[in-house]
């Protein structure tokens, strides 16, 4: 999540291959081992956080979260629980 958030708040601009490039190590770099103490993400789930990063950070550009860390935060954990439910 914390690689879609850079790439929207910090980069400022991002381009839809930028986008594309992050998407796909996102999902070239998840894995199906759930039981593995390692495992970090699916594939799908950790595409799924990069864009959700990118939400994170346009709703705060936008205003729509306050600028806390305990907002953000809380931000970041809801939309965390949406792909962890998959």
């Not at 103490?37 to 709703?59: D, I, S």
Request: charged share 15%; proline share 3%; aromatic share 16%.
């Amino acid at each position: 999540m914390f690689s879609g958030f850079y790439l929207i708040y910090a980069k400022a601009f991002v381009s839809p291959a930028e986008m594309q490039t992050s998407l796909q190590q996102a999902f070239s770099i998840g894995d199906y081992a759930y039981n593995n103490q390692n495992h970090h993400g699916t594939p799908l789930q950790r595409m799924a956080a990069v864009v959700a990063g990118g939400k994170v950070a346009n709703e705060y550009f936008a205003g729509a979260i306050p600028q806390t860390v305990d907002a953000m935060r809380q931000r970041f954990y809801q939309e965390l629980r949406q792909i962890i439910s998959w």
